[in-house]
């Protein structure tokens, strides 16, 4: 059964704007990632936010953890049409344990 | 650097045919490898998982196979394909430990027709 749920499933900004998207999970977790994914290819490591940790930045990501509500969510400042992916978040239970992700669109 | 290969990359195989999808891992060693499978439109399913050679966990009974013959080897394999075992395949593999970040190899996109 899948871990992870992300929501919004779709998002579609302009260039420049912020894209926040949000992921439920249900049971304990050591640590949540989130994944990208353009169209047709691997995913790629975005970002590892421990249990213990409630907020983690890298560039012009965010991330937020609360463990209490179990939930995360990434925020994507200042948004480029390069941004244009499918992002996952997934939580570590022998493999990772992935939500159905959520189809990001940037355009210029 | 540690570099994760794929292939092939595109398959397309008649229903009842067998299978072998192969992924290796350079720069590293006793890496942890991972199968998913991700259908159209939709998050990974994990398939199979393995710690060390010969050692293979199974997420999900179905129609395939994993076997890891070698430390950086992971082959997904099955002896008769149905038209429900097509989907995009991509292996992945972390440090010993499991609990970190995954690094995914360019993935095998597969159709059974």
């Known amino acids: 059964s899948q871990q992870g749920e992300e929501d919004p499933q779709a998002l579609s900004i302009q260039e420049g704007e912020n894209a926040t998207m949000n992921c439920s999970y249900k049971?304990?977790?050591?640590?949540l990632q989130w994944y990208r994914q353009n169209s047709g290819r691997g995913l790629v490591h975005l970002i590892l936010?421990?249990?213990?940790?409630r907020e983690k930045h890298s560039g012009r990501l965010r991330v937020t953890l609360d463990t209490s509500k179990k939930s995360s969510s990434l925020l994507i400042t200042a948004s480029r049409a390069a941004d244009t992916a499918s992002y996952f978040c997934a939580t570590p239970l022998g493999g990772l344990n992935f939500g159905k992700g959520t189809s990001l669109l940037v355009t210029p | 650097s540690q570099t994760i290969h794929q292939w092939p990359a595109t398959l397309v195989q008649p229903v009842g045919s067998p299978l072998s999808l192969e992924c290796t891992v350079e720069g590293t060693s006793n890496p942890n490898l991972y199968w998913y499978r991700q259908a159209a439109g939709r998050g990974l399913q994990l398939l199979f998982y393995?710690?060390?050679?010969?050692?293979i966990s199974s997420e999900v009974p179905q129609n395939l196979s994993a076997s890891r013959p070698q430390d950086r080897q992971f082959i997904l394999s099955s002896k008769k394909l149905l038209l429900s075992d097509s989907g995009f395949y991509l292996c992945a593999w972390n440090k010993a430990g499991g609990m970190d970040e995954q690094y995914f190899g360019p993935g095998t996109r597969l159709t059974v027709t």
């Open positions: 393995s710690v060390g050679i010969g050692q």
């Open positions: 049971t304990s977790i050591n640590n």
């Open positions: 936010i421990r249990s213990n940790e």
